[in-house]
């Protein structure tokens, strides 16, 4: 799943993924992703990449509700303008990882792959 209010990444970040093949969700903020969650088996390997400066509820923020509903759900955070202390509230809260934009595809795939491969692990 991707969350990220730039349509231009969400659409090149989408085609990145399907181009693996990963089937790929993607939301435009924090709300239309709680408003329209991703439908699928509680046993099916699942990621979130999350873009931290959203319009309304910010990325953190959606952090802390993803930990509280799915805890072994693993989060990815991507962000072009984060501060030390914006990359350190993340990984405190359980980020896997925090990448910069633009980022790198193949450490993108990299870190999505290990994710995918734990949540199978831990379901």
Not at 35 to 44: G, R
Not at 65 to 76: F, H, K, Q, T
Request: include cysteine; charge should be negative.
């Amino acid at each position: 799943m991707l969350v990220d209010d730039d349509p231009g990444v969400r659409e090149s970040l989408r085609a990145l993924f399907e181009a693996v093949p990963y089937r790929c969700i993607s939301y435009a903020s924090a709300e239309e992703y709680i408003a329209h969650p991703a439908p699928t088996a509680p046993t099916a390997p699942r990621c979130v990449l999350l873009d931290l400066r959203l319009p309304g509820m910010s990325g953190i923020e959606l952090q802390r509700l993803i930990n509280w509903d799915s805890p072994r759900l693993p989060v990815i955070f991507v962000s072009g303008d984060a501060t030390r202390a914006d990359m350190d509230a993340a990984m405190a809260a359980g980020a896997i990882e925090f990448l910069r934009k633009p980022v790198d595809p193949e450490a993108l795939l990299n870190i999505t792959q290990q994710c995918l491969c734990d949540s199978l692990d831990a379901g």
